[in-house]
């Protein structure tokens, strides 16, 4: 049974920072790349970043320069530093694999940015 728990949201003002933490259960975590998505309210989920099992990184456009993804594999979380963060970046964020697995999908957690 996989289980995918995020935590670490909450309220920031624009140009500050956070950092969200993704719990993951099984032997998941170590075979698939894992990524962060969010959803605004109003459109679409979208990829923000991804991490393969080697380390290598891929960013949306949007986040290019401002957020970081890193996994710990002894503790089976991977995490987004969120930097410079500006209201667009309010969404509900979710990590899952990629590609995603729809069963997993977890509750996520919100981030919102305002002033």
């Known amino acids: 049974q996989v289980q995918l728990v995020e935590s670490g949201g909450g309220l920031v003002q624009p140009g500050g920072s956070l950092r969200v933490s993704c719990a993951a259960s099984?032997?998941?975590?170590?075979?698939?790349?894992m990524a962060w998505y969010r959803q605004a309210p109003g459109k679409q989920r979208e990829l923000v970043a991804s991490?393969?099992?080697?380390?290598?990184?891929n960013y949306a456009g949007s986040v290019k320069g401002r957020f970081t993804i890193s996994r710990d594999y002894p503790k089976n979380t991977v995490y987004l530093q969120m930097n410079s963060l500006n209201p667009e970046d309010t969404a509900v964020y979710y990590c899952?694999?990629?590609?995603?697995?729809?069963?997993?999908w977890g509750q996520g957690t919100q981030v919102t940015v305002s002033s």
């Open positions: 899952n694999t990629v590609p995603p697995i729809n069963r997993n």
């Open positions: 099984g032997s998941i975590f170590s075979w698939y790349a």
């Open positions: 991490i393969t099992s080697g380390g290598i990184t």
